[in-house]
């Protein structure tokens, strides 16, 4: 199974749980290291992410993956925030943060360039809009979007 399968499934197994917590599944990343892999997990909610929210999401997905067995090696887990620079990985994450600061990469050149950073200025149900130094203006097609997360701003 490779690495994106085994994260689609994982993901179906813990998603609901924490959502039943009251959070949201932001992203997930799963690293083969010497030895051990590394199962990092990224939760969030509207008022940010405490502490004894990663704890209680740890204790309560540690289960769930005990018994579903989805990872076929050894693993050590780890539930945190995403940041302030969190990925935008849905729509629904592109909509949440129109007029916010963000770095979006793309597969494919848009006017010769591939990195932007600008204020999101719309996102619909194809592509987003971003304004850029000038007021210049570009439209990304989600298809055309190959990492997006939002910039820290000062």
Excluded at 12 to 39: H, R, W, Y
């Amino acid at each position: 199974m490779s690495n994106e399968a085994l994260q689609t499934s994982i993901q179906g197994f813990i998603e609901p749980v924490i959502n039943s917590l009251g959070l949201e599944l932001v992203d997930i990343e799963l690293k083969k290291m010497p030895g051990k892999a590394l199962l990092r997990v990224y939760i969030d909610k509207d008022q940010g992410v405490q502490i004894r929210d990663c704890e209680r999401v740890s204790r309560e997905i540690e289960g769930v993956l005990d018994v579903e067995d989805p990872i076929p090696y050894s693993y050590v887990l780890e539930v945190s925030s995403p940041g302030l620079d969190r990925p935008l990985k849905s729509v629904a994450d592109y909509k949440r943060y129109v007029g916010k600061t963000v770095k979006v990469i793309t597969l494919h050149p848009i006017d010769n360039q591939n990195h932007f950073v600008g204020r999101l200025d719309s996102a619909g149900d194809r592509e987003i809009s971003v304004v850029l130094e000038k007021n210049r203006t570009v439209a990304v097609p989600y298809d055309n979007i190959s990492r997006a997360r939002l910039e820290v701003e000062i």
